[in-house]
Nanobody
Framework: QVQFVESGGGLVQPGGSLRLSCAAS????????MGWYRQAPGKQRELVAAITSGGSTNYADSIKGRFTISRDNAKNTMSLQMNILKPEDTAVYYC??????????????WGQGTQVTVSS
C-alpha cells in the first residue's frame, strides 16, 4: 500500500506561488496514476490535477493555466506548482495514487495533507 507525505503548503498572498510536494512510499510507484486533491472547509474533496503513469496530465477547469503537475518516478515524488493563487484555492491539499485514478477515483489511503491559505 502506498503511503503519502505532503509538504510545501503555507500562507501566501493572492497572486503568489507555492510548490507542493508529495513523497510516496511503497513499491511500483511508476505504475500508478497520481492525483492532487483539495478540500476546503465545508466542501467535498475535489480533484485538482492528475498525472498518469505515462505522464499525461489532466486539470480541473478552475486551475487550468495556473497549476502544473509533475512526477519523478525515480524519486517516488510528485509536485504541484501553483501560480497566480486565488483566495478560492485555500484548502488542504492531498495526494493520492491509484491505477486508472481518473476512472475509478482515488484510493481510501490519504496522507495528512498540507494546508494552503491564500489571503492578504
Amino acid at each position: 500500500q502506498v503511503q503519502f507525505v505532503e509538504s510545501g503548503g503555507g500562507l501566501v498572498q493572492p497572486g503568489g506561488s507555492l510548490r507542493l510536494s508529495c513523497a510516496a512510499s511503497g513499491r511500483f510507484f511508476s505504475i500508478y496514476d497520481m492525483g492532487w486533491y483539495r478540500q476546503a472547509p465545508g466542501k467535498q474533496r475535489e480533484l485538482v490535477a492528475a498525472i498518469t503513469s505515462g505522464g499525461s496530465t489532466n486539470y480541473a477547469d478552475s486551475i487550468k493555466g495556473r497549476f502544473t503537475i509533475s512526477r519523478d518516478n525515480a524519486k517516488n515524488t510528485m509536485s504541484l506548482q501553483m501560480n497566480i493563487l486565488k483566495p478560492e484555492d485555500t484548502a488542504v491539499y492531498y495526494c493520492n495514487a491509484r491505477v486508472n485514478i481518473l476512472v475509478v477515483g482515488p484510493s481510501d489511503n490519504w496522507g495528512q495533507g498540507t494546508q494552503v491559505t491564500v489571503s492578504s
